[in-house]
């Protein structure tokens, strides 16, 4: 159990609309992720959802009965701060045993239950340190831990990854989505990273200015981003939008055609431009091209790829997956 | 790394600071020791000569020591339990946002400027004059006879104003301690289900243990030594002579300074006991 359905929900501090009218639903079990520019009302949204803000107007249902008015502790869900917001004087042990205790369980159970978590988190060897003397990654299993003990319906993570290195992010990033996997309990997930939300979300939700632009699987999404901003915002690096004469033949005021889409040749080619500067990943080298008319183009080559800077190079788009756009910016479908 | 020269030479440069501090410390002690073993009445007599542990044993067997040094640890006690609670309420009071924040703070600040002195004359004058007494005028428009707050309940009166005097200190420090709580911590337990109470309990009350360990050692190392406020309204009659006040009395009122220096040793040894015991309840809170 943990559906949530937001219906025509709305956030304003004094007068600013923070969110639009907006209707959500996330299934039982789904991994959504928010994802927006910083700014867009992804976290006012995760927090409207726990009820640490109140909406201003609209209707929240969890489990299919009206908990607008809830209060936090009684809407059946945990949630992960960015700041972790560990309590810095309790031990580990006491940390994730705080909801246990506030639930009033007794201290036999919450041992046994703390003791689980910890084995599922790799925590037991830290059970009896402070928050203070272990590292970001470790604080960060606390913190979810303290989440998992209580068997929400749906955890909430607010930016969880964004204070951690960034390899312990990519290890964090499988770590959680392995926890989805094993608990199978919804997760709601808010992030500016589009790479997190690509390789984790069963289920995306684009925002920006407080307005869903589109939500849909990350395949979904790649394939088929509903208008310019979701089509500039999803994928890495960014598809490269395109506008004036060369859109125009194809009838569209925006053409987009990501990195990933172009054919590169040393001759010929549909548009020839000079290399600027080239990112050898190894596996991949990233090329900025200038072409005459158009802009500045970025592509992916194979990492072999002889082009060096100052090069003329030819790029062919994919015919079959240039996007285009009309004037109002929305995906004309083909 | 600091090599042998370098740490010499810090020594060094530290040496002045170090002995000057020292000087100013030891000079005055070694003088009340040495005075505390002597007969010394300037106005009969003079020094006259050495008298071993006679004026401690005269101090200890004078019947006002026992109950100078009860009177001294309730005053103590009184006024930090006051501030100390109050404290805490104020403090989560004015971290309340609200209008005129700034001049709340100000005002609640203010008592501590006023000397105290003069605050304890106001407060005896002003409010608690038996017949023009603010008090007074209340108690009669209720119909009840006014409290003679002085003689009345004089240790009542006197924690009272010394409190006054002391709560705005409390409140200034753990307001700043307030306010640097992470607001995320308390919106965390409130999702794990922790109701106002308990959140004050476990994750404010903790928040707030090293300035609350900062205003008892301060305010005791203070209050030991209070004098003003009992010189200028009650002249230790009623119950009121702190240890300090009997000190005082000895030396000015009876001009015997080899009793009063003795005095003064006990002073510094119940101080000292006072601070051992509040290291040990509470200045675990300064080591994390």
Partial sequence: ?334 | MATQHSRSAARMMMAPAVILLLGWMLVPLTMTLWFSFRKYLPLRGGDMGWVGFDNYVSFFNSSSFWPSIQTTLLIVGGVLIITVVFGVLLALLLDQPMWGQGIVRILVIAPFFVMPTVSALVWKNIFMDPVNGLFAHLWKFFGATPVVWMSQASMESIILIVSWQWLPFATLILLTATQSLDSEQLEASEIDGARPLQRFFYIILPHLGRALTIVILIQTIFLLAIFAEIFVTTGGAFGTKTLSYLVFQRVLESQNIGLGSAGGIYAVILANIVAIFLMRIVGKNLDT
Avoid at chain 1, 46 to 67: K, V
Avoid at chain 1, 82 to 99: C, D, E, G, T, W
Avoid at chain 1, 194 to 205: F, L, S, W
Avoid at chain 1, 247 to 267: C, N, Q, W, Y
């Fill in chain 1, 1 to 334: 159990m943990g559906s949530i359905t937001l219906k025509k929900v709305t956030k304003s501090f004094d007068k600013t609309e923070v969110i639009r009218p907006l209707d959500l639903q996330i299934d039982d079990g789904e991994f959504v992720v928010f994802v927006g520019p910083s700014g867009c009302g992804k976290s006012t949204l995760l927090r409207l959802i726990a009820g640490l803000e109140d909406i201003t107007s609209g209707s929240i249902e969890i489990n299919g009965t009206d908990a607008t008015s809830v209060p936090p502790a009684k809407r059946g869900l945990a949630m992960v701060f960015q700041s972790y917001a560990l309590y810095p004087h309790m031990s580990v042990r006491k940390n994730i045993a705080f909801p246990l205790k506030m639930a009033g369980l007794d201290k036999k159970e919450r041992e046994k239950k703390v003791t689980d978590a910890a084995a599922v988190l790799n925590l037991t060897d830290y059970l009896d340190r402070r928050p203070g003397q272990l590292s970001g990654g470790q604080r960060q299993r606390v913190a979810i831990g303290r989440a998992i003990v209580r068997e929400p319906d749906a955890f909430l993570f607010d930016e969880p990854l964004s204070n951690l290195d960034a390899a312990l992010r990519g290890n964090m990033r499988l770590e959680i989505a392995e926890l989805h996997q094993t608990l199978a309990t919804t997760m709601i997930y808010v992030t500016h990273d589009q790479v997190e939300a690509m390789t984790m979300a069963d289920k995306i939700v684009v925002l920006q200015a407080g307005v869903i632009e589109q939500v849909g699987s990350p395949m979904d999404l790649y394939r088929e981003p509903a208008n310019v901003f979701v089509a500039g915002f999803i994928g890495s690096p960014a598809m490269n939008l395109i506008e004036g004469p060369e859109a125009k033949s194809r009838g569209a005021k925006t053409i987009g055609v990501r990195p990933e889409h172009f054919d590169l040749s040393m001759d010929g080619g549909e548009w020839r431009g000079v290399v600027g500067v080239s990112e050898h990943l190894g596996s991949d080298t990233f090329l900025r091209v200038e072409v005459e008319g158009i802009g500045t183009l970025t592509a992916r080559a194979d990492g072999e790829f002889p082009a060096r800077h100052g090069d003329t190079v030819g790029l062919t788009p994919d015919p079959e997956r240039i996007h285009r756009f009309d004037e109002a910016g929305l995906r004309i479908s083909s």
